[in-house]
C-alpha cells in the first residue's frame, strides 16, 4: 500500500470516500494505528493535554511537537503523517515560521504541518507552501487561541462568525492550504463549507457532513477522562481493563507469584555452589 499524500485526499473527496484521521503521539501507538489502515495521523498540540497534562495547548514547544513527531513517523509506513505547530512557532515572523515548518519535516519525519488561523495566517501560510511545505488549515475552535475565545465553544453560530468561517475557508484554499480541520463548528455551516470548498474539510465536533473526521485517540479508547466533549465516541474503554490488570500486577507482586519459573531464568546448580 502506498503512502496516503495530499493528493490521495483530494482524490478521495472528488470520489466521495470518507477520510479517517487519528492523532498518535508515539511510536507503538502509530504503528497499531497505521496497520490498521487509519488514513491520516496527526501528531495534535493536543499532547500537552492527553500526554504532558497541561490543562491547554498553550505551553506545547517545538521541542515537544518535534520530539513526538519523530516517534509517530519511525511507526508509520503508509498513514501522511501531519504535526501540529504550536502556540508561538508561527507568529513572530514569516521567517521563524518557514524554519519551524522546514523542522517539522526535515527533522521530524512529518509530511505537513497544520496551523491555526483564517485571514490573518494567510500570509504566512502562503510563505510556507512557497517552499514546498503542505500546510492543513484549522478553522472553527481554533485551542491555542482559547482565551481569546473565551473558553473552548462552539463557533460559528451567529452570522458574523458563520460568515468569517466561510470566508476564511474559501481564502486559505486560494492560499494553498490541501485540506482545513474544522472543529466545534455547527453541522450545517459545516456542510456547507464542504460544499463551497474543493479541498477536503476534516471535521471535530463539525457533524458528518465533512469529508473525515478526527478524534484524539485517547479519548475514541476511553484514556482520557480529564474531558470529555460532546463530539467524543469512546469505541472502548480501555481504562478499566488497564486498571484491572495493574491491580492484579500488584496483587502477585505482593504475593510472590509473579514472577514465576516461567518467567525467571536458570542456572548450573553447579556454578552457584562454586559463588557461595
Same mark, same amino acid.
Given at each position: 500500500?502506498?503512502?496516503?499524500?495530499?493528493?490521495?485526499?483530494?482524490?478521495?473527496? =472528488?470520489?466521495?470516500?470518507?477520510? +479517517? @484521521?487519528?492523532?498518535?503521539?508515539?511510536?507503538?501507538?502509530?504503528?497499531?494505528?497505521?496497520? !490498521?489502515?487509519?488514513?491520516?495521523?496527526?501528531?495534535?498540540?493536543?499532547?500537552?493535554? @492527553?500526554?504532558?497534562?497541561?490543562?491547554?495547548? %498553550?505551553?506545547?514547544?517545538?521541542?515537544?511537537? /518535534?520530539?513526538?513527531?519523530?516517534?509517530?513517523?519511525?511507526?508509520?509506513?503508509?498513514?501522511?503523517?501531519?504535526?501540529?505547530?504550536?502556540?508561538?512557532?508561527?507568529?513572530? +515572523?514569516?521567517?521563524? +515560521?518557514?524554519?519551524?515548518?522546514?523542522?517539522?519535516?526535515?527533522?521530524?519525519?512529518?509530511? !505537513?504541518?497544520?496551523? =491555526?488561523?483564517?485571514?490573518?495566517?494567510?500570509?504566512?501560510?502562503?510563505?510556507?507552501?512557497?517552499?514546498?511545505?503542505?500546510?492543513?488549515?484549522?478553522?472553527? %475552535?481554533? #485551542?491555542? $487561541?482559547?482565551?481569546?475565545?473565551?473558553?473552548?465553544?462552539?463557533?460559528?453560530?451567529?452570522?458574523? $462568525?458563520?460568515?468569517?468561517?466561510?470566508?476564511?475557508?474559501?481564502?486559505?484554499? =486560494?492560499?494553498?492550504?490541501?485540506? %482545513?480541520?474544522?472543529?466545534?463548528?455547527?453541522?450545517?455551516?459545516?456542510?456547507?463549507?464542504?460544499?463551497? @470548498?474543493?479541498?477536503?474539510?476534516?471535521?471535530?465536533? !463539525?457533524?458528518?457532513?465533512?469529508?473525515?473526521?478526527?478524534?484524539?485517540?485517547?479519548?475514541?479508547?476511553?484514556?482520557? +477522562?480529564?474531558?470529555?466533549?460532546?463530539?467524543?465516541? $469512546?469505541?472502548?474503554?480501555?481504562?478499566?481493563?488497564?486498571?484491572?490488570?495493574?491491580?492484579?500486577?500488584?496483587?502477585?507482586?505482593?504475593?510472590?507469584?509473579?514472577?514465576? #519459573?516461567?518467567?525467571?531464568?536458570?542456572?548450573?546448580?553447579?556454578? /552457584?555452589?562454586?559463588?557461595?
Amino acid at each position: 500500500m502506498a503512502r496516503v499524500t495530499t493528493t490521495s485526499l483530494r482524490r478521495m473527496k =472528488e470520489e466521495g470516500r470518507k477520510i +479517517s @484521521v487519528l492523532t498518535a503521539y508515539d511510536y507503538s501507538t502509530a504503528k497499531i494505528l497505521d496497520a !490498521a489502515g487509519v488514513d491520516v495521523l496527526l501528531v495534535g498540540d493536543s499532547l500537552g493535554m @492527553v500526554m504532558l497534562g497541561y490543562d491547554s495547548t %498553550l505551553p506545547v514547544t517545538m521541542a515537544d511537537m /518535534l520530539h513526538h513527531t519523530k516517534a509517530v513517523a519511525r511507526g508509520t509506513r503508509n498513514a501522511m503523517v501531519i504535526t501540529d505547530m504550536p502556540f508561538m512557532s508561527y507568529h513572530i +515572523s514569516v521567517e521563524e +515560521s518557514v524554519r519551524n515548518a522546514g523542522r517539522c519535516l526535515q527533522e521530524a519525519g512529518a509530511q !505537513a504541518v497544520k496551523l =491555526e488561523g483564517g485571514r490573518e495566517m494567510a500570509d504566512t501560510i502562503k510563505a510556507i507552501i512557497r517552499t514546498g511545505i503542505p500546510v492543513m488549515g484549522h478553522l472553527g %475552535l481554533t #485551542p491555542q $487561541q482559547v482565551h481569546q475565545l473565551g473558553g473552548f465553544s462552539v463557533q460559528g453560530r451567529d452570522e458574523a $462568525q458563520a460568515r468569517k468561517i466561510l470566508e476564511d475557508a474559501q481564502l486559505l484554499e =486560494e492560499v494553498g492550504v490541501f485540506s %482545513l480541520v474544522l472543529e466545534c463548528v455547527p453541522a450545517p455551516l459545516a456542510k456547507l463549507v464542504s460544499e463551497t @470548498v474543493k479541498i477536503p474539510t476534516i471535521g471535530i465536533g !463539525a457533524g458528518a457532513g465533512c469529508d473525515g473526521q478526527v478524534l484524539v485517540i485517547q479519548d475514541l479508547l476511553g484514556l482520557y +477522562s480529564d474531558l470529555t466533549p460532546k463530539f467524543v465516541k $469512546q469505541f472502548a474503554k480501555l481504562n478499566e481493563p488497564m486498571t484491572a490488570a495493574v491491580k492484579q500486577y500488584i496483587k502477585e507482586v505482593q504475593e510472590g507469584v509473579f514472577p514465576g #519459573p516461567e518467567h525467571t531464568f536458570g542456572m548450573e546448580e553447579s556454578l /552457584l555452589k562454586k559463588l557461595y
